[in-house]
């Protein structure tokens, strides 16, 4: 009998160190793959970029910063006229909104692009009734995407179109590129307000490899470039 309740013992801490082994296992495999998950998010750089300056075309009388951040306080159902200041960058009917550059200043030179996305918010006056896409310009002309402004109520939900997959996956490629919007509201006349403007770029940055043997004193680091592998470091003083 004694034997037998030594035995069920036994069997019963086996039976717990394998739980407690697995789930100990569980919990390692969970922490490394979230170690691992937060080493790639690191190396993923991404930035806005807005808009850098207006194309001659441009005839709303807007400044570009009402459209660089998402603070506007405007009720865009009502608001009907051009307004300095208030957050929004106005398209009134018949007047076009064109942004030629795009201030990349942010993205180290040498940078491969893996993605370019614009974003945009939006909101039209009670009554609009026109048809125009925004449209980009990569250097083929002007092209529409699949944002096309409607009379909803309110700002939009945040729009996005994927410009990377349309080609645009140069820094220079964003740098020169063109966004432009024609209001081309019918009967009264109508606005388009938006809010903001910009495209998102995820890149990666330059790596500079020095050899084994190599003074880094004498060597030149690429502005931006991330380290990823270090044999050796001797400082001198
Ligand atoms: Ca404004
Ligand atoms: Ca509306
Ligand atoms: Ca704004």
């Known amino acids: ?10 069997a019963l801490n086996k039976k717990n ?9 569980g919990a390692m495999l969970i922490v490394s793959l979230f170690l691992f998950s937060g080493e790639l998010s690191i190396r993923a750089d991404a930035t806005n970029v807005v808009p850098g300056a207006k194309h001659a ?6 400044a570009i ?5 998402d603070d506007s306080a405007v009720n865009p159902d009502t608001l009907s006229a051009v307004v300095a200041s208030d957050g929004a960058y106005t398209v ?13 200043s942010a993205i180290p030179g040498s ?8 974003h945009l918010q939006y909101g039209a006056e009670n009554g609009y009734s026109g048809s125009n896409s925004i449209r980009y310009d990569n250097g083929a ?10 009379d909803i109520t309110g700002f939009s939900a945040d729009q996005s179109y994927n410009l990377f997959t349309a080609g645009v996956d140069t820094i220079s490629e964003i740098q020169n590129l063109d966004i432009e919007f024609t209001n081309n509201d019918g009967a009264g006349a109508d606005a388009i307000h938006f809010d903001y403007l910009w495209i998102t770029v995820t890149y990666t940055p330059p ?4 050899g084994d043997g190599t003074d880094p004193g004498n060597s030149t680091i690429a502005p931006g470039a991330s380290a990823t592998d270090l044999d050796s470091l001797i400082l001198s003083l």
Do not use: H, R, Y
Request: neutral net charge; hydrophobic residues 40%; without cysteine.
């Open 1 to 10: 009998m004694v034997g037998q309740v030594a035995n069920a013992k036994k």
């Open 207 to 210: 790596v500079t490899t020095l």
């Open 111 to 118: 940078s491969t692009i893996t993605g370019a996305v614009l």
């Open 141 to 150: 002309g002007l092209t529409n995407t699949s944002i096309t402004p409607t």
């Open 92 to 104: 009134d009917k018949s007047a076009v909104m064109q942004f030629t550059t795009f201030d990349v």
């Open 57 to 62: 075309n441009d005839n709303t009388g807007e």
């Open 17 to 25: 160190f394998k739980k407690l082994f697995f789930s100990f296992s």
């Open 65 to 69: 910063s009402e459209i660089t951040s």
